[in-house]
């Protein structure tokens, strides 16, 4: 009798203690928009929760409850009645506050508050004591799962559209799609990636392991759509860092101990979540155009410990290409009170024209799960050296019902895969991607695994060629090719001559990465345009291949050259080439232009032959690296490069004239300044240590044509300074609209400005001057010369502003070919970037 007594009492109680009153719903705005960050209360509480990014809640008691109550500031509350203990769905409509005076008002401060009046900064001040006391830094060993997904497609679709593009399909993918509630308009994805990893870390040793044990992709293939290279550009960042980096920009971070200078804190309420207090802040950018956020971040007042963080765009800040740009990232706790990330969701809204609601674009949507942590479990230093290296592109690949149980965490990507199952291969949806990818690449799909291109090199001018038409093509059946070939013809209408090239690589081993490659190339080559090349297959010089130029381009060197090359990279950003390489190169006309030389006493001689072999390194510490195949990409973040090639020329093997030996080195080093934008700096060596002919030493590399090259010389003509040792360097600071951003009016065209400042200076040997025969009169930079300036980018109409304008200034110096240049320049650029 007692036991059934206590089973009775203890069904009772739990039931009891069950939550008797539960409602879930959504909150909206006086325009039906999801209110994020809302508060809601049962009536007569105290403690309550907080809506999510989508307006979502959920609140529930072991208490009966007749009324909840919600708040938002600038807002009246809302007290909305419960006609039953459990409610679903329920609605809730805020409306603006008619009397002000009565709520706090959360938007930006009109006048900026000192430290010691802003309740804010205290708390400030807990976070930037603390940050190191949270984050998986605190522990020796971590294991965790991480899922990510990536989808992206078409975004502010009206029906009238979407029921052209779509036919038969249309019902049912609306039924699915996300629509935007104030403009209803709709985006449909039209591609997915999902990857699921296990993460293995040793703070000790400083190792990771990362293992893949699921991917797929699912939608249209991927030819590089552009979105898939903007996905590659947002990246995970630590929350507490001064400075993120997004879009390839340096936005300074709400946490940053510099961010009073920049932004408008407002604390609010504070909120009760279980034991724990939770302080609400939200922040204003300062200086709108300013590469900063705005949105809110909620802090645990024991700890200081960010629980949620929200950051999205202001609308008027000096980004292109983006019309919102959202970023949020919540926290759980683990043991010890450390907060570690729990998710991670970047979205965009990309347009190219305007960034108003009547432009349709495109959107990504990057979401990241972190969970199960295990902490304290050592693992063997071997175990971090046997990661699996992906070869292959279904390597990873599981079926459907591991995706369906992986994800039912994270909500929309059953809906987005079961949109892009719907959608099939939808021809219409096809043509559009098609067409970005041929505006973002270059190239134009002609059959399966076929591309022609580069379609932006199809026009040029030169003095010799005159109008020079190109046509080429390459292999792309997927990104990840593990062969690809690539080549193409040139005819000019003046010379009337045909010129091609040809080459082929083949990745015969991936870890390490192995790749041979070979090709052949007949063409007409400006030398005094070339600098260090990683690569000696095929290479046009950058100066042929414009179409309106200053001063002369006679000086052409036809080059017949035959290379086998071999790339051994032991780890992503190490890479080792070999290459041989045969030339057979003379003038392209020698009515205009002469590479003659005579060695001693021997005769004059208008054609050289060489036979050479080099070997290069190649370091790029911190460079984001994706794919697997024969050609990587390496959009992400900015990263340095430093580069050593030395190349040995043999005499006699097949005709060779010369034994030679030529080193040279180049580093390259974007230095990220905070909200002062990026300073490029590039420093440059070499050194010729035997006698040779023009075409083999190292001309000061130069640029005629009227558009931007950061790394040559405008005011100079080619072959104006010739050396066989040289040492250079280059800066180019790009402020972002710093200083603009801060002059009345002109901050209204959102313009950025640019610094830069180039030198070089070098000597030419006796014997090399004595050995010339040729139509350039040596003359190498003693004394150094210099180019410096400035320059205005972002120059363009709404959304779109590519255009750049440099003004060009140079030193003074002995000109002893021809005209002497110009003293002062403009050149133009086009550099689409955000």
Same mark, same amino acid.
């Given at each position: 009798?007692?036991?059934?007594?206590?089973?009775?009492?203890?069904?009772?109680?739990?039931?009891?203690?069950?939550?008797?009153?539960?409602?879930?719903?959504?909150?909206?705005?006086?325009?039906?928009?999801?209110?994020?960050?809302?508060?809601?209360?049962?009536?007569?509480?105290? *403690?309550?929760? +907080? &809506?999510?990014? $989508? /307006?979502?809640?959920?609140?529930? !008691?072991?208490?009966?409850?007749?009324?909840?109550? %919600?708040?938002?500031?600038?807002?009246?509350?809302?007290?909305?009645?419960?006609?039953?203990?459990?409610?679903?769905?329920?609605?809730?409509?805020?409306?603006?506050?008619?009397?002000?005076?009565?709520?706090?008002?959360?938007?930006?401060?009109?006048?900026?508050?000192?430290?010691?009046?802003?309740?804010?900064?205290?708390?400030?001040?807990?976070?930037?004591?603390?940050?190191?006391?949270?984050?998986?830094?605190?522990?020796?060993?971590?294991?965790? *799962?991480?899922? +990510? &997904?990536?989808? $992206? /497609?078409?975004?502010?679709?009206? !029906?009238?559209?979407?029921?052209?593009?779509?036919? %038969?399909?249309?019902?049912?993918?609306?039924?699915?799609?996300?629509?935007?509630?104030?403009?209803?308009?709709?985006?449909?994805?039209?591609?997915?990636?999902?990857?699921?990893?296990?993460?293995?870390?040793?703070?000790?040793?400083?190792?990771?392991?990362?293992?893949?044990?699921?991917?797929?992709?699912?939608?249209?293939?991927?030819?590089?759509?552009?979105?898939?290279?903007?996905?590659?550009?947002?990246?995970?960042?630590?929350?507490?860092?001064?400075?993120?980096?997004?879009?390839?920009?340096?936005?300074?971070?709400?946490?940053?101990?510099?961010?009073?200078?920049?932004?408008?804190? %407002?604390?609010?309420?504070?909120?009760?979540?279980?034991?724990?207090?939770?302080?609400?802040?939200?922040?204003?950018?300062?200086?709108?155009?300013?590469?900063?956020?705005?949105?809110?971040?909620?802090?645990?007042?024991?700890?200081?410990?960010?629980?949620?963080?929200?950051?999205?765009?202001?609308?008027?800040?000096?980004?292109?290409?983006?019309?919102?740009?959202?970023?949020?990232?919540?926290?759980?706790?683990?043991?010890?009170?450390?907060?570690?990330?729990?998710?991670?969701?970047?979205?965009?809204?990309?347009?190219?024209?305007?960034?108003?609601?009547?432009?349709?674009?495109?959107?990504?949507?990057?979401?990241?799960?972190?969970?199960?942590?295990?902490?304290?479990?050592?693992?063997?230093?071997?175990?971090?050296?046997?990661?699996?290296?992906?070869?292959?592109?279904?390597?990873?690949?599981?079926?459907?019902?591991?995706?369906?149980?992986?994800?039912?965490?994270?909500?929309?990507?059953?809906?987005?895969?079961?949109?892009?199952?719907?959608?099939?291969?939808?021809?219409?949806?096809?043509?559009?991607?098609?067409?970005?990818?041929?505006?973002?690449?270059?190239?134009?799909?002609?059959?399966?695994?076929?591309?022609?291109?580069?379609?932006?090199?199809?026009?040029?001018?030169?003095?010799?060629?005159?109008?020079?038409?190109?046509?080429?093509?390459?292999?792309?059946?997927?990104?990840?090719?593990?062969?690809?070939?690539?080549?193409?013809?040139?005819?000019?209408?003046?010379?009337?001559?045909?010129?091609?090239?040809?080459?082929?690589?083949?990745?015969?081993?991936?870890?390490?990465?192995?790749?041979?490659?070979?090709?052949?190339?007949?063409?007409?080559?400006?030398?005094?345009?070339?600098?260090?090349?990683?690569?000696?297959?095929?290479?046009?010089?950058?100066?042929?291949?414009?179409?309106?130029?200053?001063?002369?381009?006679?000086?052409?060197?036809?080059?017949?050259?035959?290379?086998?090359?071999?790339?051994?990279?032991?780890?992503?950003?190490?890479?080792?080439?070999?290459?041989?390489?045969?030339?057979?190169?003379?003038?392209?006309?020698?009515?205009?232009?002469?590479?003659?030389?005579?060695?001693?006493?021997?005769?004059?001689?208008?054609?050289?032959?060489?036979?050479?072999?080099?070997?290069?390194?190649?370091?790029?510490?911190?460079?984001?690296?994706?794919?697997?195949?024969?050609?990587?990409?390496?959009?992400?973040?900015?990263?340095?490069?430093?580069?050593?090639?030395?190349?040995?020329?043999?005499?006699?093997?097949?005709?060779?004239?010369?034994?030679?030996?030529?080193?040279?080195?180049?580093?390259?080093?974007?230095?990220?300044?905070?909200?002062?934008?990026?300073?490029?700096?590039?420093?440059?060596?070499?050194?010729?240590?035997?006698?040779?002919?023009?075409?083999?030493?190292?001309?000061?590399?130069?640029?005629?044509?009227?558009?931007?090259?950061?790394?040559?010389?405008?005011?100079?003509?080619?072959?104006?300074?010739?050396?066989?040792?040289?040492?250079?360097?280059?800066?180019?600071?790009?402020?972002?609209?710093?200083?603009?951003?801060?002059?009345?009016?002109?901050?209204?065209?959102?313009?950025?400005?640019?610094?830069?400042?180039?030198?070089?200076?070098?000597?030419?040997?006796?014997?090399?001057?004595?050995?010339?025969?040729?139509?350039?009169?040596?003359?190498?930079?003693?004394?150094?010369?210099?180019?410096?300036?400035?320059?205005?980018?972002?120059?363009?109409?709404?959304?779109?502003?590519?255009?750049?304008?440099?003004?060009?200034?140079?030193?003074?110096?002995?000109?002893?070919?021809?005209?002497?240049?110009?003293?002062?320049?403009?050149?133009?650029?086009?550099?689409?970037?955000?």
């Amino acid at each position: 009798m007692k036991k059934i007594l206590f089973l009775f009492y203890s069904l009772f109680f739990a039931l009891f203690m069950q939550a008797q009153t539960k409602v879930s719903g959504v909150v909206f705005d006086d325009q039906k928009e999801p209110l994020p960050f809302a508060n809601i209360y049962f009536k007569g509480n105290k *403690t309550g929760v +907080s &809506s999510d990014i $989508n /307006g979502v809640f959920t609140i529930e !008691s072991a208490a009966d409850h007749a009324f909840i109550v %919600v708040k938002y500031a600038g807002f009246e509350d809302k007290e909305v009645e419960l006609k039953t203990a459990q409610v679903s769905g329920l609605k809730v409509f805020m409306s603006n506050a008619k009397e002000l005076n009565e709520v706090v008002v959360v938007g930006r401060p009109k006048k900026h508050l000192k430290k010691e009046e802003n309740p804010a900064y205290k708390i400030l001040q807990g976070i930037w004591k603390n940050k190191k006391k949270n984050g998986l830094s605190l522990v020796k060993n971590y294991e965790y *799962t991480k899922y +990510s &997904s990536v989808a $992206n /497609g078409l975004s502010n679709l009206d !029906s009238i559209f979407l029921k052209r593009i779509l036919g %038969v399909h249309y019902d049912s993918v609306v039924k699915l799609s996300v629509q935007k509630k104030k403009q209803k308009n709709y985006v449909i994805p039209t591609y997915l990636r999902e990857l699921n990893e296990k993460v293995y870390g040793d703070n000790t040793t400083h190792k990771e392991r990362i293992d893949i044990e699921g991917e797929r992709t699912t939608g249209l293939a991927d030819k590089g759509f552009v979105m898939e290279k903007i996905a590659n550009f947002i990246k995970p960042f630590d929350v507490y860092d001064d400075d993120v980096e997004v879009l390839n920009k340096v936005f300074v971070s709400p946490l940053s101990v510099r961010g009073y200078g920049q932004y408008e804190y %407002v604390l609010r309420d504070s909120v009760q979540d279980g034991a724990k207090k939770i302080y609400e802040i939200f922040y204003f950018p300062r200086n709108s155009q300013d590469l900063l956020f705005q949105g809110s971040f909620k802090v645990e007042a024991k700890s200081f410990a960010i629980t949620e963080i929200y950051m999205r765009n202001n609308a008027k800040v000096n980004l292109n290409f983006v019309r919102n740009l959202a970023i949020e990232k919540t926290y759980t706790i683990q043991d010890n009170d450390v907060y570690l990330p729990e998710r991670e969701a970047y979205e965009g809204d990309f347009t190219i024209l305007s960034k108003g609601d009547e432009e349709k674009g495109m959107y990504l949507k990057k979401s990241i799960l972190y969970s199960d942590y295990v902490f304290e479990k050592p693992k063997e230093v071997a175990f971090y050296e046997g990661q699996i290296v992906q070869t292959k592109t279904k390597q990873f690949e599981k079926e459907d019902a591991y995706w369906k149980e992986l994800t039912t965490r994270e909500a929309g990507v059953n809906n987005t895969r079961a949109i892009i199952a719907d959608l099939g291969n939808n021809k219409r949806i096809r043509h559009v991607t098609n067409l970005l990818t041929i505006l973002s690449s270059g190239f134009i799909p002609i059959t399966h695994g076929i591309q022609f291109g580069s379609i932006y090199q199809t026009f040029s001018n030169n003095d010799i060629e005159g109008l020079r038409l190109k046509a080429g093509f390459r292999t792309f059946k997927t990104a990840n090719d593990l062969f690809r070939t690539n080549g193409y013809l040139a005819y000019g209408n003046r010379d009337k001559k045909i010129k091609f090239g040809l080459s082929a690589r083949y990745l015969i081993n991936a870890s390490p990465r192995v790749t041979v490659g070979a090709g052949y190339v007949n063409d007409n080559i400006q030398m005094s345009s070339l600098g260090l090349e990683e690569s000696e297959l095929i290479s046009a010089g950058p100066s042929t291949n414009v179409i309106i130029a200053r001063g002369e381009n006679y000086s052409l060197t036809n080059t017949q050259k035959s290379v086998f090359s071999v790339d051994v990279q032991p780890h992503k950003n190490l890479k080792f080439n070999w290459s041989s390489v045969y030339r057979n190169m003379s003038a392209a006309d020698e009515k205009f232009f002469s590479i003659a030389y005579q060695m001693e006493q021997d005769i004059v001689k208008n054609t050289v032959k060489d036979f050479a072999m080099s070997l290069g390194v190649y370091y790029t510490p911190k460079r984001d690296v994706y794919g697997f195949g024969v050609d990587q990409s390496y959009t992400g973040r900015l990263y340095a490069s430093v580069g050593a090639k030395y190349t040995h020329g043999f005499a006699a093997i097949g005709g060779s004239d010369f034994n030679y030996d030529k080193l040279q080195l180049q580093y390259n080093k974007p230095l990220q300044l905070s909200n002062f934008g990026v300073l490029r700096m590039n420093f440059e060596a070499a050194k010729v240590f035997q006698t040779l002919p023009v075409t083999l030493l190292t001309p000061v590399v130069v640029n005629q044509a009227y558009s931007i090259s950061a790394n040559a010389f405008s005011l100079l003509d080619y072959y104006d300074m010739m050396t066989d040792k040289y040492v250079s360097a280059k800066f180019e600071h790009h402020f972002n609209g710093y200083i603009f951003n801060r002059i009345p009016l002109i901050k209204k065209l959102k313009f950025r400005e640019v610094l830069f400042y180039k030198t070089v200076v070098g000597g030419i040997s006796d014997a090399n001057i004595n050995a010339n025969r040729s139509s350039v009169v040596y003359n190498a930079p003693t004394r150094a010369y210099s180019e410096y300036g400035f320059g205005i980018e972002n120059i363009g109409l709404g959304n779109f502003k590519p255009f750049r304008i440099d003004f060009i200034w140079r030193s003074n110096y002995v000109d002893l070919n021809g005209n002497e240049p110009p003293k002062f320049g403009v050149r133009f650029g086009f550099f689409p970037e955000f």
